[in-house]
């Protein structure tokens, strides 16, 4: 898989960067800095296809999901996480995910099919249209949520769904509301308060 690595010290925590449809392994560099600059920063380019836009995981449609090929995805990138973790010398619990949109969607497939390995994850726009039945333990994630109102791809119950995913979990969840489906400059700031607290 496409990647960047930018180590800014051994033994710091690591930003996975998970971009958005049609995004890069670079576009969520920019927030990671700004977030902590002291982090260090593994971006990782989706390996799907979608007319010529990257993806982490196929879809039938919008909100419409391949749920075999997620699955499938999901354990693909974690283990791509898992050999880059050994190649530049860092823990995945050191790991933190920076997610928009459909790089949101695939950290929540990995926390889901591997509970207790990723600790913290930062999640922009995310959807996740399905009902989990397994309850797995999230009672040491912290989670930050950035949410839409009005946003055209993830309807507002959707979004309550991925926050009740959460914290029916036991997640400790901070949530913040932005219009439309977005990543602003204002809920990026909440976000470096909540991780540097």
């Known amino acids: 898989m496409e990647h960047i690595y930018k180590e800014k010290g051994k033994g710091a925590p690591v930003f996975v960067l998970l971009h958005g ?9 920019p ?4 977030l902590n600059p002291g982090y ?12 010529g836009m990257n993806r982490y995981f196929k879809r039938h449609g919008e909100g419409q999901y391949d749920w075999e090929d997620l699955d499938f995805r999901g354990n693909e990138l974690y283990e791509f996480i898992a050999r880059k973790s050994r190649e530049y010398d860092f823990k995945l619990e050191d790991v933190v995910f920076v997610g928009f949109s459909n ?13 207790g390995t990723f600790g913290k994850a930062a999640l922009f726009a995310p959807l996740y249209p399905a009902d989990v ?9 912290e989670i930050f949520l950035s949410l839409g109102k009005g946003d055209p791809i993830v ?38 308060n909540w991780l540097n607290k």
């Open 21 to 29: 449809t049609g995004g890069t392994e670079n576009d969520l560099v």
């Open 31 to 34: 927030l990671a800095e700004l």
């Open 40 to 51: 260090n920063i593994l971006g990782i380019r989706g390996n799907v296809q979608e007319k």
């Open 103 to 115: 790089g949101s969607n695939i950290a929540i497939q990995m926390m889901l099919q591997r509970p």
């Open 133 to 141: 039945e397994e309850k797995q333990d999230f009672s040491d994630a």
């Open 155 to 192: 309807p507002e119950p959707e979004s309550e769904r991925v926050i009740n995913l959460f914290k029916k979990r036991g997640a400790d969840v901070t949530t913040a509301w932005v219009n439309g489906h977005s990543l602003t400059q204002e809920v990026a700031l909440e976000v470096k």
